[in-house]
């Protein structure tokens, strides 16, 4: 776990998340800027002329200051992310500011002891998901986790879970897959 948070402060992305998690530590808003953070990702995700302001070089720094003050203004941001969000305007870094949240994401994790855990199902269903959620908690009783859901059609039933750089695959596409090897092979 050191080695991560080490490498976390050595990458690009990793020193501006690195900056934004010891001021938001030290004014004690890691959780309104994780907030924050949530709430712009969805932003970015459901309008992509805002991502093309952070992914494009041409855009003038101070016409897109402005557009972020005034969503910082709408969306009640705190002052502390969109301080940081004309940083990475003016820095010209917003091509990177996924991987930045991304970065911050993992060095909360990082110091909260939290395990993040992304599962995938074919079908989404609360009981199934809740099932899934309390069988990797057994095996991991001494962390607190964080759990992503995703669906995904392919793996036809069953689920599958990222915990770090282990896939755990019980899905169904998986099982027949294996079941064809089999087969092929006797």
Do not use: W
Request: with cysteine.
């Amino acid at each position: 776990m050191h080695v991560q948070s080490v490498q976390l402060r050595v990458s690009l992305t990793g020193r501006y998340a690195t900056a934004l998690y010891k001021e938001a530590s030290s004014t004690k808003s890691i959780e309104v800027i994780l907030n924050n953070i949530d709430a712009f990702k969805k932003l970015l995700e459901s309008n992509h002329e805002l991502e093309q302001i952070f992914k494009s070089r041409l855009l003038h720094g101070n016409y897109a200051i402005l557009i972020i003050e005034e969503i910082g203004k709408l969306m009640n941001f705190s002052e502390l992310f969109v301080n940081f969000l004309k940083v990475i305007l003016t820095n010209r870094r917003g091509a990177f500011l996924q991987n930045i949240f991304k970065d911050f994401l993992a060095l909360v994790d990082i110091k909260t002891n939290t395990l993040p855990i992304r599962i995938e199902v074919a079908k989404t269903n609360k009981n199934h998901l809740v099932a899934i959620e309390n069988i990797l908690k057994k095996m991991h009783p001494n962390q607190s986790h964080r759990f992503e859901h995703y669906q995904n059609s392919e793996l036809l039933g069953g689920f599958r879970a990222f915990i770090h750089e282990r896939c755990l695959d019980y899905s169904l596409k998986s099982r027949l897959n294996r079941l064809s090897y089999q087969l092929k092979e006797a």
